[in-house]
């Protein structure tokens, strides 16, 4: 027992030996001076409390002096290596309490995904056809399980192509779309996949919210009326609020949508823009602009696309908001990160 009390006493010696070095390595002379008195005060009463049978006064025996010296030996030592574990789990700490926006880059289309700080994932349209595949394998990269909701703007081919694609291989929790439909193949398909999946639609239109959790509000602002001339007018747009970010989705909105929105006086501000229609010259109008006031805008446009997206009359008025704009033609995927504060773009 003696034997074993004077063998914790050397090893906790050792520990405060090893932790004054360190002290004294980084403080100043006067501190070193004491830190070195301390240290020997210390090492002279270990001595003399060796020098007593029974490990020290109050103590009944050498058999309950063990579990205590062990207790004081290893309580420090472990306390580091127990916080050390904390901080390094395998998944970072300092990524939970994160949202990200991945405008991923389908070519000409629109393809979104909102990754959750709790592990939800929103879908907001999936590229043509031909970027199914894509869309896919993007999911799979950023490990989407599960897609929780999923909204197709409108029934345009170059927002819903890949969507039947997804939502035949990922698990999907709602889907979401505007009362609206188009005698296409590709619209046929997106209805055919949702029905062979069980699942129901869920109308899209002004004031229906998403009940997401995590601190994380999406209502949609559009549909508003309850017709328009043009299928973009139609468009599922999302406002979704993180803590104090914010960020407005508009699919392909135009001009009547934005002005429904304007004249509903919804809140329409928001941090980031995903700016409407690929940047069209009749979307993203001066007075809808200065409502939304965004600091950055994306674009999802396809390099070289037939129909001259983005506009340069339009990326003018973003100028001249002094609005920071990215492109999916040039940026490629665009990913924002919001902590709730702040967001973080490339
Ligand atoms: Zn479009």
Request: hydrophobic share 40%; aromatic share 6%; no cysteine.
């Amino acid at each position: 027992m003696m034997t074993l009390s004077i063998l914790a006493l050397l090893v906790a010696v050792l520990l405060t030996v090893n932790s004054g070095w360190n002290f004294i390595r980084r403080t100043g002379k006067k501190a070193r001076r004491q830190a070195l008195y301390a240290l020997l005060a210390f090492i002279i009463s270990v001595v003399a409390a060796a020098g007593h049978p029974g490990g020290g006064p109050g103590l009944p025996g050498g058999w309950q002096s063990q579990p205590r010296d062990k207790a004081t030996v290893q309580a420090p030592a472990g306390t580091p290596l127990s916080r050390e574990s904390q901080t390094n789990p395998s998944q970072p700490r300092e990524e939970a309490g994160k949202l990200r926006v991945h405008f991923l880059d389908v070519g000409q289309g629109d393809a979104i995904l909102v990754q959750l700080p709790g592990g939800k994932n929103i879908l907001i349209d999936a590229g043509t056809n031909e970027a199914g595949p894509a869309v896919v394998q993007y999911l799979k990269q950023y490990a989407v399980v599960k897609l929780d909701y999923v909204i197709g703007t409108h029934p345009h081919e170059d927002h819903i192509g890949g969507l039947d694609q997804v939502i035949k291989i990922f698990p999907v929790g709602k889907v979401y779309l505007p009362r609206v439909t188009n005698n296409t193949a590709s619209y046929r398909d997106l209805l055919l996949a949702i029905k062979n999946k069980g699942l129901k639609v869920t109308e899209a239109r002004a004031g229906v919210s998403l009940p997401l959790g995590d601190g994380v509000q999406a209502l949609f602002i559009n549909p508003v009326k309850e017709n328009y001339d043009d299928l973009n007018d139609w468009s599922a747009v999302l406002r979704l609020t993180y803590g104090q970010t914010s960020f407005l989705f508009t699919g392909d909105a135009g001009s009547a949508a934005e002005e429904g929105m304007l004249a509903s006086r919804q809140p329409l501000r928001a941090d980031v823009l995903k700016v409407a229609h690929h940047g069209s010259r009749t979307a993203t109008g001066t007075a809808f602009l200065k409502a939304v006031a965004p600091a950055y805008a994306v674009i999802s446009a396809g390099k070289g696309n037939d129909y001259g997206h983005p506009h340069a009359q339009t990326l003018q008025r973003l100028q001249q908001a002094g609005v920071k704009v990215y492109r999916t033609d040039r940026d490629g995927t665009i990913t924002v990160v919001s902590d709730g504060r702040e967001v973080t773009l490339p």
